[in-house]
């Protein structure tokens, strides 16, 4: 009898579908985000059950991707074979070039088959990510004991270009193997930019092979404030790290396999402190010893200096005036060879060169800068910064990369080419789009995931100050109203910054990114008009169980029944 059983199941899977064929759906089993354009609820799942992936040759790394995520969802192979005999269901990933958007795809699901369609491999790679979703959240890793698939019809297609992430490596150091995982959790929200801050005052992070003391020497302090600027006193502990130039190759790589553009950061002229460690001659004034603010000096930099050696790695946080010289030509002839070195790593259009936060005293002072601005006839010092910007920008362009810049590159006059990200509010992003350059918008209000998140600051982490809640981020509308429909066109997205003075484990980045970012990937992704914060909060409180089945440490606060709470407006840094 029991046989006779097993071999009706048997025909049963095999003749006329599986048992879930008819299942009744609910709402509950499509909680997405970001939410896509359409999704239209259909009856019967489909069982992951001696399934293949067919799809052409150039999907294969889209193939092996979804391959490894359903096998260790369902426990059982599901391998990409091209050229396979189906023996149970089949997952067809196609390109279709009728879908709308670079980005946009179809997704599929009946009882019998899955087809996901792309116009673009990337499109194809979003319907996986999308498909992950419909999912049981603890099947992310550990396999559930019959996985099946809500069947469904979505089309979908991102509103904004570029859906960006960034993070501050300088100020505290995270090993490779968290970057990977952070481009993981971008991926699995669609974002398809990582801004990588890798120069700074207190460090420097990317290995250059023909100045090997910005590593030896620049990647590492020799102690850093403790608490809140100024601090109580130094940790006296020597602390840094840095990339090679073959993990750098490898992070792309992972990145450009998950449709993840990473656009490195070199900042200049400005927050220089530890390349001018490495090499002083890069300051106005070589022989000035480095400052650190209020007595906070580590006992070892001290040392140091008492010996001669006048520059050391920033240990304190803040702006400093021992900024690049932009007199001398020694300083350029670094900047450019430093690029060439960061170019062929980093497969991207753009570099961003920073260009934030340059006080404009040693410029003011130095005879090298005064002689600069004499000679090319420049109005000022902030003309000088401009000369510098635009400088760099004719180099990159030459080689075929744009500049980002910081909106403070508006001042003293806009490099031609150059795309510029709004963080001091949305006034640069505004400024920008009038003036017809490319803008990416990442106001400090919204988008600075370094701030608080909650108003009971007591009982919270440090952080640099500020209020961003969950609500907040999700609020924003990257369009500023005040620019008209022409003018909205040079706005590419948004992104988040993670400065991460204050934010020293990779725990804890999660925690100031965690549920923040995925509220952002829905304002990024959505058209404004369709979001809706109630209904964004129940799917997020389904997400967040992936969030727990894949161990992230997140911040717990919007899944918490308070009181009514009051509407935060802060905008303090
Ligand atoms: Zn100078």
């Known amino acids: 009898m029991k046989k006779l059983a097993v071999l009706l199941i048997a025909l049963a899977l095999t003749s006329c579908g599986n048992k ?43 193939a092996e991707y979804l391959s490894q995520l359903l096998t260790i969802a369902s426990g059982k192979k599901v391998s990409y074979a091209p050229g396979g005999t189906r023996l149970g269901s089949v997952i067809h990933l196609g390109i279709d070039e009728s879908i709308e958007g670079e980005e946009g795809y179809t997704l599929k699901v009946t009882n019998k088959e899955i087809i996901i369609s792309g116009k673009t491999s990337k499109g194809v790679f979003y319907g996986i990510q999308t498909l992950r979703q419909l999912l049981p959240a603890n099947s992310e890793k550990q396999s559930v004991a019959e996985l099946t698939i809500p069947a469904v019809e979505i089309h979908d297609n991102p509103n904004y270009q570029y859906r960006g992430m960034h993070l501050d490596v300088a100020r505290h ?99 220089s402190s530890a390349a001018i460690a490495a090499y002083p001659e890069l300051s106005c004034f070589p022989e000035e010893p480095t400052e650190v603010p209020n007595d906070m000096m580590s006992e070892k930099s001290k040392e140091l200096q008492e010996n001669g050696i006048n520059k050391v790695v920033q240990e304190s946080w803040g702006v400093y005036n021992d900024v690049y010289c932009a007199g001398k030509e020694e300083t350029f002839e670094f900047l450019q060879n430093v690029l060439d070195e960061v170019i062929p790593l980093f497969p991207s259009k753009y570099i961003h060169i920073g260009g934030d936060e ?31 910007i635009q400088r760099i920008e004719k180099y990159l362009n030459a080689k075929g990369k744009r500049i980002i810049g910081w909106d403070e590159i508006l001042e003293g006059g806009l490099a031609p080419n150059a795309t510029v ?10 400024e920008s789009a009038k003036q017809q350059h490319d803008v990416i918008m990442t106001p400090n209000h919204s988008c600075y995931f370094d701030h608080y998140q909650d108003k009971d600051k007591e009982n919270e982490p440090l952080a640099i100050g500020g209020l961003t809640t969950v609500e907040d981020v999700y609020n924003y509308n990257p369009h500023p109203e005040e620019l008209s429909a022409e003018e909205s066109k040079y706005i590419l997205g948004a992104q988040a910054n993670v400065w991460t003075e204050y934010i020293g484990t990779t725990d804890y980045v999660e925690y100031m990114i965690l549920p923040r970012m995925t509220a952002l990937s829905e304002v990024v992704w959505v058209a404004n008009d369709t979001k809706n914060w109630d209904d964004f909060k129940s799917r997020l409180s389904a997400f967040k169980d992936r969030y727990d089945a894949l161990g992230l440490n997140y911040a717990k606060h919007v899944f918490e029944d308070k009181p009514t709470e009051e509407k935060s407006t802060s905008t303090e840094e």
């Open 358 to 388: 340059c006080p404009k005293a040693n410029w003011e002072r130095c005879p090298n800068c005064q002689k600069r601005i004499n000679d090319e006839g420049l109005a000022d010092e902030h003309e000088l910064q401009s000369y510098f």
């Open 421 to 430: 990200m709004s963080w001091r509010g949305e006034k640069g992003g505004i």
């Open 20 to 62: 879930y064929k008819d299942t009744k759906n609910t709402a509950s089993d499509y909680q997405i985000i970001p939410k896509p354009v359409s999704v239209t609820q259909k009856d019967g799942r489909f069982l992951v059950d001696k399934t293949i992936i067919m799809g052409d040759e150039a999907l294969r790394n889209e």
């Open 173 to 271: 150091f995270f090993p490779a193997d968290f970057i990977k995982k952070y481009i993981d959790l971008l991926a699995m929200h669609k974002m398809n930019t990582f801004h990588w801050h890798l120069t700074e005052d207190q460090g420097w992070r990317i290995e250059i092979k023909k100045y090997p003391k910005l590593t030896e020497i620049g990647a590492y302090r020799n102690g850093t404030i403790v608490g809140h600027y100024p601090g109580t006193e130094n940790d006296n502990k020597k602390y840094g790290g840095f990339y090679t130039q073959d993990e750098i190759k490898e992070i792309v790589q992972y990145a450009a396999d998950r449709h993840i553009t990473v656009i490195p950061e070199i900042e200049l002229p400005g927050h």
